[in-house]
């Protein structure tokens, strides 16, 4: 059998066109042929046909890859089981759709929960198969052709030929040629629904016109066709963030669990809502304390976290007294208004125990097992051993551990066999895994059946003594801090310790590290959240001794030289510049009637006008660790003043080459600023502006560009992104090539000259929110800030007199439909906000609805849901409520 390719595609001079195909498993190149630069043909011969083919084009250059199809939907050649044995394929390049979330698994699976069928095979002797993509249909939709002649139906749409979608969103019908009246088809394309009759749509284009060329008998002409429009609006979709410990039903154990996540999938079906949004699930154990409560410090990329699991869907403990103990346990968990997560998760873990030794055993023999242990044997043997270990030297900090200091590949083996001493050492928490990873599976496949699409949350970091850090530490730069430069969560900037990537490292092997993570997460999602997507264009690095993140420098970063610094007209003075800048009247105006102490307890003289910092408290870290155990607020004010002072400068040397310079952040508000004329202030404003808004922006425009694209494209979830803070122009770039959403709040709009966004100018591909997880709830906010509250009430809720406080259910309910009557895509609101709409049921103290403060680092986690998730679908009158919104906003 041969298969000849034909693509058109003009390239340009030392281009050349490659086909790859996908065969058992690898990838295949051929490369093409073209007398014009235009018409590209391969000829491919095979022996022992495949029941399909997948494959794509890529323009090569000087031996690399210069640009290359969209993958996530490749061509794909399926061979008829007839006649045919030579195939001319006629194709169309296929470029990243402006639709391209249509595609997505959010899309086909869970809305319109796509079925795609084998291809019958035909047995004409002459073949014509038309292929195209039509995306817009819904649910129950079929795609249809019809056109001149017989064969066609002869434009009768009750004659038309029905055709098989036979990938996602793609549909294929063979025509028998010799039926064909013509050597010209004309046709259209039409969509209809499979159920019923009258309601079909004809697609929004000129006939379509194929001439055929002269066909030998055995021989199957394929055209690639262009996309099928249809008059089908936009869908848009509500949804509920609401992280996985914050539920609370009656059977739960003091947090919400995977048990609990299909009830509030339920709750999300019955309200009419499409779509539920969680924060991170994967591990975070590093202390066993409460510290571990952050969900963002994962220990591992793969690993879900116990306190998850559901101890329902466990067999029940053998022993009766046992059971009664642990009842007694859960019910007292579960009335607590907050999660105690240490009690929490020391009954959680201690049950899987008696649970595993009772049946780890037979279920460890289980095919189910089995076949779990095969898919995740990567990851899950070095988390087991890491486990291990940190139980064992009761710390996970791996450094400090007398062996295994990093993982060695060798003890694999070992760990792996069941009659070895070191698999019984870990294989507790393989199945732990087991458990976790199998109920998560069962509810994502419980969302999927109920039409909701479940989002998840891929953090921006992992902590530095974690799993992932321990086994590959190539992929890690251990001397710096990952964080966010100061914004409205945080003056100071944000510090959040995960060390930062190694791109360069990781960029040697396609960022393999990535893609497993991607793909391992679309096991359990059809949609996720990239957190602070900012991160892969640049990262807010901050060196390991500073706790505030005002030293920090965007890595990577095109630095300043001290010639360009004073090409601004900026008189560069190196020492001064970046040394702190402690004088007298500083340390009065900071310190006040405590100045003479400072003086005396903590700087060295350096001359007649300026001090330095004694070398036992140099750094932030050194002042953080002398005052570890103080509480007094007058101290800590003190300590404080300390770190100011050490981050008052100018400029921050480059971490690479300490000849290069950054402008340190927000400046401006500090001392060494205020101390410049006004003619060096305004060249620093000028060097500061270029250097944070204009200088980077297509040097970070290529950054993000050679990752991002492989990372989209390792799955088919539905991709959103955090792109809040301090965006370059550069973002919004990549993020309309690559098709991804962008997250829209009223309150923090992208647009610098207004106080707040206006909804109907946001963009289709967005999520439209009012509140997230690190930001006060919508009551809350109303609180904060009267004036702000009054400007918001007048000027964009168009109302006169004064804003009532507190913010009550009805005024509450408006704000929210005008979000979801927005233009976004996905409205998407925190469970504590939709409660907003209710006086009778939300919580009465709205500020014990915080989920996260940002400027803590040392934040505790423990929000949950006031009421059970059967409580909430019980209450017929907020239930109609919700509902009603989803049909007037045209969400439902």
């Known amino acids: 059998m041969t298969i000849q390719f034909n693509i058109d595609y003009r390239t340009t001079f030392g281009e050349s066109l490659v086909l790859n195909i996908w065969e058992s498993g690898s990838l295949t190149k051929y490369h093409m042929l073209t007398s014009d630069g235009v018409r590209w043909s391969q000829t491919v011969a095979v022996k022992t046909p495949k029941q399909s083919y997948s494959y794509y084009y890529s323009v090569m250059r000087d031996g690399k890859v210069s640009r290359c199809e969209w993958t996530v939907v490749m061509h794909r050649l399926d061979i008829s089981a007839g006649r045919a044995d030579t195939y001319v394929v006629y194709d169309r390049w296929q470029t990243m759709p402006e639709d391209a979330y249509l595609y997505s698994s959010a899309f086909t699976d869970c809305i319109n929960h796509q079925q795609p069928a084998v291809v019958q095979p035909s047995e004409f002797v002459r073949t014509v198969r038309l292929q195209v993509r039509a995306p817009q249909l819904r649910d129950g939709e079929v795609l249809t052709v019809t056109g001149a002649g017989k064969a066609l139906g002869d434009w009768n749409i009750a004659l038309a030929v029905r055709m098989t979608q036979h990938v996602y969103n793609e549909w294929i019908v063979d025509i028998d040629a010799e039926a064909l009246e013509d050597s010209r088809m004309e046709f259209k394309f039409v969509g209809s629904d499979s159920k019923t009759t009258g309601n079909e749509h004809w697609e929004t284009c000129m006939n379509r016109i194929v001439d055929l060329p002269e066909m030998k008998a055995g021989e199957m002409v394929v055209y690639h066709m262009g996309q099928a429009f249809f008059t089908h609006c936009d869908r848009k979709l509500a949804g509920t963030l609401v992280p996985v410990f914050s539920l609370r039903s009656g059977g739960s154990a003091g947090v919400g669990d995977f048990g609990d996540l299909k009830t509030m999938i339920d709750y999300v079906e019955k309200t009419g809502q499409k779509l539920l949004q969680l924060l991170p699930v994967n591990d975070t154990t590093i202390t066993h304390t409460w510290t571990d409560s952050y969900p963002y410090s994962c220990i591992s990329i793969f690993a879900l976290h116990p306190q998850y699991a559901d101890l329902r869907a466990l067999p029940e403990l053998a022993d009766a007294k046992e059971r009664a103990e642990a009842e007694k346990t859960r019910a007292e968990l579960n009335a607590l ?63 400090r551990w007398p062996d295994h200091n990093t993982w060695n590949e060798d003890d694999r083996k070992a760990l792996c066999s069941p009659r070895c001493k070191a698999y019984k050492e870990v294989s507790f928490y393989y199945f732990m895994q087991y458990v976790l990873n199998t109920q998560m599976k069962e509810a994502h496949d419980y969302a999927k059946q109920k039409g909701v699409i479940l989002k998840g949350d891929i953090p921006i970091g992992v902590n530095r003594y974690g799993c992932d850090v321990w086994m590959e530490p190539k992929y890690f730069n251990l001397n710096g801090q990952a964080g966010a430069p100061p914004d409205d969560f945080s003056v100071n900037g944000q510090n959040w310790g995960f060390p930062t990537y190694n791109w360069d490292e990781m960029l040697k092997d396609d960022c393999a590290w990535w893609v497993r993570r991607f793909q391992n997460m679309s096991k359990f999602f ?78 060295d003289r350096l001359d007649n006008e300026r001090y330095a910092m004694k070398p036992e408290v140099d750094t932030q870290r050194k002042v953080a660790a002398l005052f570890a155990d103080v509480t007094e607020e007058k101290e800590l004010w003190l300590r404080d003043g300390l770190y100011a002072l050490i981050s008052d400068v100018l400029f921050v040397r480059d971490r690479k080459d300490s000849n290069m310079f950054h402008p340190r952040i927000s400046a401006q508000l500090d001392f060494i600023y205020e101390s410049l004329y006004d003619n060096d202030k305004a060249s620093f404003n000028r060097l500061y502006n270029d250097y944070f808004y204009r200088r980077n922006n297509q040097f970070w425009y290529k950054e993000a560009m050679k990752k991002m694209p492989k990372l989209v494209e390792a799955t088919r979830m539905l991709v959103c992104a955090e792109d809040l803070g301090m965006v370059p122009d550069c973002v919004p770039w990549v993020m ?10 009223q309150s923090m709009p992208k647009d610098p000259t207004v106080r707040f966004g206006h909804l109907s100018s946001y963009p289709y591909r967005s999520v439209c929110t009012i509140s997230s997880h690190d930001m006060p709830t919508l009551r809350q906010w109303w609180g904060e800030n009267w004036e702000r509250t009054q400007d918001y009430y ?46 009778r049921i939300r919580l009465v103290d709205a500020n014990a609805e915080r989920i996260n403060i940002p400027a803590n680092p040392k934040h505790y986690w423990r929000y949950r849901m006031h009421l059970n998730i059967e409580d909430l679908m019980a209450d017929n009158d907020f239930m109609a409520e919700m509902k009603e919104l989803m049909l007037q906003s045209g969400r439902l």
């Not at 242990?373 to 043997?381: A, G, H, P, Q």
């Not at 168009?798 to 913010?807: D, I, M, V, W, Y």
């Not at 009805?810 to 233009?823: C, E, F, G, M, V």
Request: proline share 5%; hydrophobic share 40%.
């Open 337 to 399: 208004p907050q999660i105690d997560y240490e009690r929490v998760n020391d009954f959680k873990v201690g049950y899987l125990r008696k649970v595993f030794d009772q049946e780890g055993e037979t279920i460890m023999k289980s095919v189910g097992f089995k076949e779990f242990f095969r898919d995740t044997e990567l990851w899950l043997v070095p988390y087991g051993q890491y486990c291990m270990l940190r139980d064992k030297y009761g710390t996970a900090d791996f450094s």
């Open 526 to 603: 059809d949609a996720y959240r990239i957190d602070h997507v900012l991160g892969f264009f640049r990262i807010w690095e901050i060196p390991v001794n500073a706790v505030h993140g005002l030293l920090g420098q965007f890595s990577p970063a095109l630095a300043m030289s001290r010639e360009e610094i004073a090409s601004y007209g900026l008189n560069f003075q190196e020492e001064r510049f970046t040394q702190p800048f402690i004088t007298d009247w500083v340390l009065d105006r900071v310190f006040r009637e405590r100045a003479a102490e400072v003086r005396e307890k903590y700087l």
């Open 736 to 745: 309309s090539e690559l098709k991804i959403l962008s997250l829209e709040l």
């Open 794 to 839: 007048n000027n964009m809720l168009h109302r006169q007199g004064a804003a009532p406080h507190p913010l009550p259910d009805w005024l509450a309910k408006d704000i929210i439909y005008r979000h979801l009557t927005s233009p976004s895509m996905l409205c998407i609101l925190s469970i504590q906000d939709w409660l907003a709409i209710s006086g």
